[in-house]
């Protein structure tokens, strides 16, 4: 199954502004601005396969990257890395030892790595789960997401996001924001067992800080786990020793929010976290999930706001990680406008299930494709 070729379409689509962020915490959010790209692989069976880049990637680099992918079998790569032309090698230096690298990722990998996912998937009649080691579940718990709301608009949300089928919430922060209050408002409408994520991106700023507020939310007993509160700073052995030391004061579980199985393995040495935000390509979450999963360290799986094709890839990879068993963040099917795809996603009782049709189980919607392309 050789691919013939390959479409890029450069793509920005707008959010509900009364989804994200409160007007006076900057309304509409800038990262909504930035395009996305779209791919779509055709092969000479017929067989078309879509991927989805993260937000911010350079149209040239990602069609740069589709290039060197046209004439190959789809059916004969390395799915690790779908890039990856040659075998792992002995090094020269000791021949008994072998490079241990699968890399380089081109600009946009995610993409191409679920559209080939998606092409074989539909090739053999597998979903895409299958070909990472098989599902464990048939659905993955989800959380409702907020921006920085004031605590009237964050009860709104908790509103809609109970009746649209979510047990519990993310919510964006920065330190000097009414924290009490907006989750006094979201348990006023939830209850306690209506849990909130708590994710500052770092915005809580000192240790100090992180500690006194979360002695004023206790008593409201509706934290899920704080995320990411103070800078990370490259995982340096200080920072991790601030985390080991939160870990140890928090009346509730903390996480940090990691990429790669490198930072997860410093995070556990360190013995700096209870939860694990992780994100990566499909195969790289799994990989970083296997490794906090030894450890004993539940996991969910971040976003970046993204559209249908990219979320349908993070549900697939979520559903295989037998510790992916905290709230996911499947959240651009509201947020957006559009997601782009023709099946969108449901939510009941805080889970979406997981797609058992081949491929990613998920077809592009050209129309809405056209309408907010932009590179047309």
């Not at 080939?116 to 464990?136: M, Q």
């Not at 939310?217 to 020793?241: H, M, Q, S, T, W």
């Not at 992780?278 to 539940?298: D, R, T």
Request: with cysteine; net charge negative; proline share 6%.
């Amino acid at each position: 199954m050789k691919i013939t070729d390959i479409d890029v379409w450069t793509v920005v689509v707008p959010v509900f502004p009364e989804a994200v962020h409160s007007e006076e915490y900057g309304g509409y959010p800038d990262w909504a601005r930035v395009p996305k790209q779209i791919i779509r692989i055709h092969t000479d069976e017929g067989i078309t396969g879509i991927g989805e880049t993260g937000r911010g990637q350079s149209t040239e680099a990602v069609s740069h990257a589709a290039e060197e992918l046209k004439g190959r079998d789809a059916m004969k790569m390395c799915l690790q890395n779908v890039f990856r032309t040659e075998p792992l090698k002995p090094t020269p230096e000791a021949p008994d030892e072998w490079e241990m690298n699968l890399g380089p990722y081109p600009t946009g990998y995610e993409a191409f790595e679920m559209a080939v996912f998606d092409l074989i998937g539909k090739r053999l009649e597998v979903p895409a789960h299958a070909l990472l080691g098989g599902a464990c579940r048939d659905k993955v718990r989800a959380d409702f997401w907020i921006g920085h709301q004031t605590p009237e608009h964050g009860a709104r949300s908790t509103k809609i996001a109970i009746e649209r089928g979510f047990t519990g919430l993310k919510t964006k922060c920065r330190i000097q924001e009414p924290m009490v209050e907006r989750l006094r408002a979201i348990r006023e409408v939830g209850g306690s067992d209506f849990k909130v994520t708590v994710d500052p991106n770092e915005r809580f700023h000192t240790v100090e800080q992180t500690l006194e507020l979360a002695e004023a939310l206790k008593e409201l007993d509706n934290v899920e786990v704080f995320e990411d509160p103070i800078p990370k700073k490259g995982l340096r052995d200080d920072v991790l020793a601030q985390y080991r030391y939160m870990r140890g004061k928090l009346p509730f579980p903390l996480a940090l929010h990691l990429g790669g199985a490198g930072d997860v393995i410093k995070a556990i040495r360190a013995d700096a976290v209870d939860y694990l935000n992780l994100g990566g390509s499909m195969v790289n979450f799994v990989k970083s999930a296997a490794i906090a999963q030894a450890a004993g360290i539940p996991v969910w799986h971040g976003s970046g706001n993204d559209l249908g094709i990219m979320e349908r890839s993070y549900l697939h990879a979520a559903s295989v990680a037998p510790n992916c068993v905290l709230a996911s963040d499947f959240v651009g099917s509201w947020t957006r406008v559009d997601d782009l795809i023709v099946e969108g996603f449901t939510f009941e009782n805080g889970y979406t299930p997981v797609p058992q049709s081949p491929g990613l189980g998920c077809e592009l919607d050209l129309d809405a494709l056209e309408k907010y392309r932009m590179d047309g």
